[in-house]
């Protein structure tokens, strides 16, 4: 029996999530014990059932970066608004996963949108199994192709966010008397990775080494328990977006019956939308079922759930 870390640090929403909680299951019906280290502890604690292993709080980065780059190009300029920055809060933030691997014995990490977290086990030398999508698993070439395929970004460019980058990893590392990093992809180097999901839907059109492995069986809840009525059925799956309110004054005026699953959003603000054949739901929805009884889907481009529907 091994002692396994499933690490979310990165990015918000649900998807990180479900994906830790389909591998948490496997590994729980293989007999490893398994305890989640997660960015979003209410987030957590609503997805994860509780027979699965503890939850953590995963050690972040809060706030905005010192001097963030104004537009992301690729994984580099990404490390660098999420506070690789800052050496001395990097430090810090790497000692704290170390401790924690350290404290919680364990034999192997499960890393989505965790590059800190790999970081920390590489330097203890426990094994890192490296998944999420294309756009959380860059490609690992070098430098680091740009996520923005439409803009003709210059390969020293790239280069040249990468060693500034590196520049402040190496400090952090430096401070905590660890050895520096070669370069940026040395983080990811030696990882058994995995893109969950599909190269049509890859955040980079460039040929990669990562394996492609699909999406994993998400399934959580309970049926759609859509609205009585004789209109299409819209299933519509939404957070606080800069559009919401259009987009809920679209939904109330369409001629359909709509399922609304939300989070994040108090009821007063929900109230002035809803009509006979709209309704809320609080719940969390299977969206394997929402996806097979649907006509339509309204969402804000998660990835898994598009690529569910997509499969649909």
Request: one cysteine or more.
């Amino acid at each position: 029996m091994a002692n396994v870390l499933l690490a979310w640090e990165m990015g918000a929403g649900f998807g990180h999530l479900v994906v830790l909680r389909a591998i948490a299951r496997e590994l729980r019906a293989r007999g490893h014990a398994c305890a989640f280290a997660a960015r979003m502890l209410g987030n957590a604690r609503e997805f994860l059932d509780a027979d699965l292993g503890p939850i953590w709080q995963a050690p972040i980065h809060l706030g905005t970066a010192r001097t963030p780059v104004k537009t992301q190009v690729s994984y580099a300029s990404l490390l660098h608004n999420t506070g690789f920055d800052d050496p001395f809060a990097l430090a810090g933030r790497i000692e704290a996963w170390r401790l924690l691997l350290a404290t919680l014995k364990t034999d192997l990490l499960f890393a989505d949108h965790s590059p800190v977290a790999i970081v920390a086990a590489r330097t203890l030398g426990i094994p890192v199994c490296h998944v999420g999508t294309g756009f959380t698993v860059p490609p690992l070439l070098t430098p680091f192709p740009s996520f923005r395929p439409r803009m003709s970004v210059p390969a020293q460019v790239l280069a040249h966010n990468e060693r500034e980058v590196l520049k402040e990893l190496n400090r952090a590392l430096e401070r905590l008397k660890l050895a520096p990093l070669p370069d940026l992809q040395e983080i990811f180097r030696g990882t058994l990775p995995a893109v969950l999901g599909y190269r049509e839907l890859d955040h980079y059109e460039v040929e990669r080494p990562e394996p492609y492995r699909g999406l994993p069986d998400y399934s959580y809840g309970e049926a759609p328990p859509w609205p009585a009525g004789s209109g299409p059925k819209v299933f519509a799956y939404l957070r606080p977006i800069a559009q919401l309110d259009k987009v809920l004054e679209g939904l109330k005026r369409a001629p359909a019956r709509v399922l609304l699953r939300i989070s994040g959003v108090p009821p007063d603000r929900l109230r002035p939308y809803l009509r006979p054949g709209f309704a809320v739901v609080e719940k969390p929805i299977g969206f394997r079922l929402a996806a097979e009884s649907c006509d339509a889907f309204v969402n804000y481009s998660a990835f898994s759930t598009v690529g569910e529907f997509l499969l649909a």
